[in-house]
């Protein structure tokens, strides 16, 4: 599902520039991935994973470019690197590939508002787009790295909690700001910082409350009664909650952000000449 709906954007994009007489450009990214959600106490706590990142776009107007991106990563979380006890205590972590795709359009501040910069061969742009991608959390059980999807932490494979379910494909809209350099002829540099709104409280597996141990064992779900309440597993003894008890906060949808260094190769226009 989520290949068939990228190719749709590659597709877009590329019969959207097709039609513009324009230049076309590549970009090479390398980065850090950054998770923000239940397991991570503020931004600074967030731990940096590497982002790799390729995209093809064209400069439609001097002030506006479009491309089409491709981003591969890992983003993660733990409550042990939070300085809060009770955070701690909960004991819970995550770690996702992610798999997006995207289309984006960057406007150059420069040449709307601030010429001025021009002669400092330096342009700024904001950024704006739509992006959809795929993740898959996974924790670390002896050793072994399980995948949350399938067990139900939080009661996803019972009919009384079934709304509690999600997919593992989803839309975000990344935005952001991009200060980029002339390096030599056809190559510049540039440095992207670039958060991605979600529309998903579960990058980490971590949204709403616990389920009773004796309820998940009772319905089958032996895994999912081990994975959803790892407190135990710092005291050296069996922690049940009450069901309902507070497990994350559904309040907030968790995101994630690309802070990113690229190269970027412009390609020679072709000239057309046109017969009388």
Not at 75 to 100: A, P
Not at 109 to 119: A, D, E, G, V
Not at 196 to 221: C, K, Q
Request: hydrophobic letters at 35%; proline letters at 2%.
């Amino acid at each position: 599902m989520l290949f068939r709906h990228s190719f749709w954007i590659l597709v877009v994009f590329f019969w959207v520039s097709g039609n513009l007489n324009s230049q076309y450009n590549m970009k090479l990214y390398v980065g850090g991935l950054y998770y923000h959600g239940d397991l991570t106490e503020n931004l600074i706590s967030s731990k940096a994973n590497i982002g790799l990142g390729l995209s093809c776009g064209k400069e439609v107007k001097p002030w506006l470019d479009i491309s089409g991106r491709f981003v591969f990563g890992t983003i993660s979380g733990s409550d042990q690197t939070s300085y809060n006890y009770n955070y701690r205590n909960r004991n819970l972590s995550f770690k996702s590939n992610i798999y997006e795709f995207s289309l984006n359009s960057g406007i150059n501040i420069n040449q709307l508002f601030w010429k001025s910069l021009n002669k400092y061969n330096l342009n700024l742009f904001i950024t704006g787009g739509i992006a959809l991608f795929h993740y898959n959390p996974k924790t670390q059980l002896n050793e072994r790295w399980v995948a949350l999807h399938p067990v139900g932490t939080e009661g996803q494979n019972m009919e009384r909690y079934k709304e509690n379910k999600y997919t593992l494909n989803q839309l975000s809209i990344p935005f952001g700001l991009i200060v980029e350099f002339d390096l030599y002829r056809n190559y510049k540099m540039g440095l992207e910082l670039s958060p991605r709104i979600t529309f998903t409280d579960y990058l980490d597996d971590v949204s709403s409350i616990y389920i009773n141990r004796d309820e998940m064992l009772a319905s089958g779900n032996e895994l999912g009664a081990l994975l959803s309440n790892r407190q135990g597993e710092l005291l050296d003894q069996s922690v049940n909650v009450e069901t309902g008890t507070k497990r994350g906060d559904n309040n907030k949808m968790d995101w994630y952000s690309f802070l990113s260094f690229y190269i970027k190769y412009s390609f020679p226009s072709k000239k057309i000449s046109k017969s009388i």
